[in-house]
């Protein structure tokens, strides 16, 4: 029988976190949510749903399914959509499949859970996704609301949303400069520096979000799909918003799941099932998708015309 | 009838327009309905073959806990119950939601697949696409429940009921938007569910069918051409109709 979950989530911030929404000059700002407060609407950061939601969920377990499957180098474009984006609706027509339909939810409790679309038919998902909302004064009544019931807060006065925001600012450099050595005699040395500062605004470590999942009616394959993917996640520096690359947006988050479930069983469950359809799933995901076409053979050279292989003409041999 | 008052407290702003409520509490009562349950085993999604197939839904009958009133020249019933309306908004923008083509994954792809595709059209189209956002606290409607509900509970009590299950409304629930914290219930002692008095006169409540018979003066309306019952996007329900404005 189908249950309802309820996830929440608070993750802390350890590393200074950038996710922008737009620029000013040439400076990134962050993304702001406006919040109604008792001294008037403020613009609060936030974390949006939709990168939560991918990070967190489709992208871990869309790379645990190409992992699994042994798929990688072996996909076809639109499997590749299927797998990160839902995939898309490229047929017309208004025939429904149900048999088709049946089968790819079956197969795919990951797709079952976040939606997806078969190339004739968009099929939604189970999984609601909150928007991160930031620990902060601005937001106590909805940090409140948002709590399972019977849950106390030790309530001091939290800080204003506006002491975890600073900036950052980094420079590009010129390798002119810092490896001049390495370029030929005949170089300009007086050409143009591209060296260029950029900066932008950012969360602060120590800032905290709440967040959250509603898993609508779901049995424990989707609910193993989304612990797992959280989990991988995590485990892989557990990042969100920009400039990853540079150590930015690291986050350390803790869950509770309501109501309460074996975690360690349901991500079992989902993994078993994972490696049982394997077979079927990749057959349905080259019949609905189309396989990737097959390399062509090589064609013997003609007499007399083949080119001089030469490590001068072939670059690869 | 008994009429209510239905409140529904928000913690995130809201995407797109506010839902009908005789529509949500028809999309609950749905997962409870047996065709659902039989070809899903109570899973929200299919995993079987649905038994239903080739019979189409009439509207009104999923049963909800709002009294339906017949009127002239429309062959649905209509239920008792006001379209949302909302709370002050106190701030009105536009927010975006995106895609664009995952080019640092071309290495997943088989070697064949490996070209040159197109972002501007097709099925690798990036987009930024527009959604309007809304920040209100709360949504009212107002509606009459039933007399007689098969489950012994008065009307009242099973809409809070099966509200409870509904956690966000609106459009992108699934990023988070329009999400839900808390549903109240009220007794009130006026029925608001189509027509409010006003000093001008009666004001249009809900979308209704223009053939239905309208008090003297009324007030608050412009005329439309659509479903004015749910499912609301079917256009086999659509009619002149009455909104209010």
Same mark, same amino acid.
């Given at each position: 029988?189908?249950?309802?979950?309820?996830?929440?989530?608070?993750? !802390?911030?350890?590393?200074?976190?950038?996710?922008?929404?737009?620029?000013?000059?040439? !400076?990134?700002?962050?993304?702001?949510?406006?919040?109604?407060?008792?001294?008037?609407?403020? @613009?609060?950061?936030?974390?949006?749903?939709?990168?939560?939601?991918?990070?967190?969920?489709?992208?871990? #377990?869309?790379?645990?399914?190409?992992?699994?499957? !042994?798929?990688?180098?072996? =996909?076809?474009?639109?499997?590749?959509?299927?797998? @990160?984006?839902?995939?898309?609706?490229?047929?017309?027509?208004?025939?429904?499949?149900?048999?088709?339909?049946?089968?790819?939810?079956?197969?795919?409790? =990951?797709?079952?859970?976040? /939606? #997806?679309?078969?190339?004739?038919?968009?099929?939604?998902?189970?999984?609601?996704?909150?928007? /991160?909302?930031?620990?902060?004064?601005?937001?106590?009544?909805?940090?409140?609301?948002?709590?399972?019931?019977?849950?106390?807060?030790?309530?001091?006065? =939290?800080?204003?949303?506006?002491?975890?925001?600073?900036?950052?600012?980094?420079?590009?450099?010129?390798?002119?400069?810092?490896?001049?050595?390495?370029?030929?005699?005949?170089?300009?040395?007086? !050409?143009?520096?591209?060296?260029?500062?950029?900066?932008?605004?950012?969360?602060?470590?120590?800032?905290?979000?709440?967040?959250?999942?509603?898993?609508?009616?779901?049995?424990?394959?989707? =609910?193993?799909?989304?612990?797992?993917?959280?989990?991988?996640?995590?485990?892989?520096?557990?990042?969100?918003?920009?400039?990853?690359?540079?150590?930015?947006?690291?986050?350390?988050?803790?869950?509770?799941?309501?109501?309460?479930?074996?975690?360690?069983?349901?991500?079992?469950?989902?993994?078993?099932?994972?490696?049982?359809?394997?077979?079927?799933?990749?057959?349905?995901?080259?019949?609905?998708?189309?396989? *990737?076409?097959?390399?062509?053979?090589?064609?013997? *050279?003609?007499?007399?015309?083949?080119?001089?292989?030469?490590?001068?003409?072939?670059?690869?041999? | 009838?008994?009429?209510?008052?239905?409140?529904?407290?928000? &913690? +995130?702003? $809201?995407?797109?327009?506010?839902?009908?409520?005789?529509?949500?509490?028809?999309?609950?009562?749905?997962?409870?309905?047996?065709?659902?349950?039989?070809?899903? &085993?109570?899973?929200?999604?299919?995993?079987?073959?649905?038994?239903?197939?080739?019979?189409?839904?009439?509207?009104?009958?999923?049963? $909800?806990?709002?009294?339906?009133?017949?009127?002239?020249?429309?062959?649905?019933?209509?239920?008792?119950?006001?379209?949302? $309306?909302?709370?002050?908004?106190? &701030?009105?923008?536009? %927010?975006?939601?995106?895609?664009?083509?995952?080019?640092?994954?071309?290495?997943?792809?088989?070697?064949?697949?490996?070209?040159?595709?197109?972002?501007?059209?097709?099925?690798?189209? +990036?987009?930024?696409?527009?959604?309007?956002?809304?920040?209100?606290?709360?949504?009212?409607?107002?509606?009459?429940?039933?007399?007689?509900?098969?489950?012994?509970?008065?009307?009242?009590?099973?809409?809070?009921?099966?509200?409870?299950?509904?956690?966000?409304?609106?459009?992108?629930?699934?990023?988070?938007?329009?999400?839900?914290?808390?549903?109240?219930?009220?007794?009130?002692?006026?029925?608001?569910?189509?027509?409010?008095?006003?000093?001008?006169?009666?004001?249009?409540?809900?979308?209704?069918?223009? +053939?239905?018979?309208?008090?003297?003066?009324?007030?608050?309306?412009?005329?439309?051409?659509?479903?004015?019952?749910?499912?609301?996007?079917?256009?086999? &329900?659509?009619? %002149?109709?009455?909104?209010?404005?």
């Amino acid at each position: 029988m189908s249950t309802t979950y309820k996830i929440l989530a608070l993750s !802390e911030v350890l590393s200074p976190l950038t996710h922008a929404k737009g620029v000013e000059g040439n !400076e990134s700002l962050i993304a702001r949510e406006p919040v109604v407060t008792p001294a008037g609407v403020r @613009f609060i950061p936030h974390l949006s749903g939709n990168a939560l939601r991918h990070r967190l969920v489709r992208d871990p #377990g869309a790379w645990f399914l190409i992992d699994q499957w !042994e798929l990688s180098g072996k =996909l076809a474009m639109s499997q590749l959509n299927f797998f @990160f984006h839902g995939g898309n609706l490229t047929q017309g027509g208004n025939r429904q499949n149900t048999s088709r339909i049946s089968d790819m939810e079956r197969l795919f409790p =990951l797709i079952r859970l976040l /939606g #997806g679309s078969l190339p004739d038919q968009i099929l939604s998902g189970s999984l609601l996704s909150w928007r /991160g909302t930031m620990v902060c004064e601005e937001n106590r009544e909805r940090i409140f609301r948002l709590a399972p019931s019977g849950w106390e807060f030790r309530g001091e006065k =939290l800080r204003p949303a506006e002491s975890f925001v600073d900036g950052y600012q980094y420079t590009r450099g010129q390798a002119a400069t810092s490896a001049p050595s390495l370029l030929p005699k005949t170089s300009d040395p007086e !050409e143009a520096s591209n060296l260029m500062i950029f900066s932008g605004q950012c969360v602060l470590a120590g800032a905290a979000f709440v967040h959250g999942f509603v898993l609508q009616h779901v049995s424990d394959l989707e =609910l193993g799909a989304l612990l797992l993917s959280l989990r991988l996640w995590q485990n892989a520096g557990g990042t969100i918003g920009g400039q990853a690359a540079r150590g930015h947006g690291r986050l350390s988050t803790s869950i509770h799941v309501d109501p309460i479930a074996d975690e360690d069983a349901a991500i079992g469950a989902y993994i078993d099932h994972v490696r049982t359809v394997k077979d079927e799933a990749l057959k349905f995901l080259d019949a609905v998708y189309g396989a *990737a076409k097959a390399e062509k053979a090589e064609k013997p *050279a003609k007499k007399g015309k083949a080119k001089d292989a030469t490590p001068e003409n072939n670059l690869l041999a | 009838m008994r009429p209510l008052k239905i409140t529904c407290w928000l &913690n +995130s702003p $809201i995407a797109g327009d506010p839902p009908r409520l005789d529509a949500l509490l028809e999309w609950v009562m749905s997962a409870k309905m047996r065709a659902v349950l039989e070809s899903s &085993n109570g899973d929200r999604h299919t995993t079987g073959m649905p038994k239903h197939r080739g019979q189409p839904v009439v509207p009104g009958a999923i049963p $909800i806990p709002l009294a339906r009133v017949r009127v002239d020249g429309y062959p649905h019933t209509i239920p008792l119950c006001s379209d949302p $309306i909302m709370a002050d908004t106190s &701030n009105d923008g536009v %927010e975006y939601f995106t895609r664009r083509f995952p080019s640092e994954m071309s290495g997943l792809l088989a070697p064949t697949e490996r070209k040159t595709v197109t972002v501007d059209s097709g099925a690798n189209k +990036s987009y930024r696409l527009p959604l309007r956002i809304r920040l209100v606290d709360r949504i009212v409607w107002f509606c009459c429940g039933r007399d007689k509900i098969d489950t012994g509970r008065s009307a009242g009590t099973e809409t809070r009921k099966l509200l409870r299950k509904v956690y966000s409304i609106g459009k992108k629930t699934s990023d988070g938007y329009g999400q839900v914290s808390r549903w109240d219930v009220e007794l009130t002692d006026d029925d608001f569910s189509w027509f409010a008095p006003s000093h001008d006169g009666p004001v249009l409540m809900r979308t209704l069918p223009a +053939s239905t018979k309208f008090p003297d003066r009324l007030q608050g309306f412009k005329r439309s051409y659509g479903a004015p019952v749910a499912p609301y996007w079917m256009a086999e &329900n659509y009619t %002149e109709l009455l909104m209010p404005c």
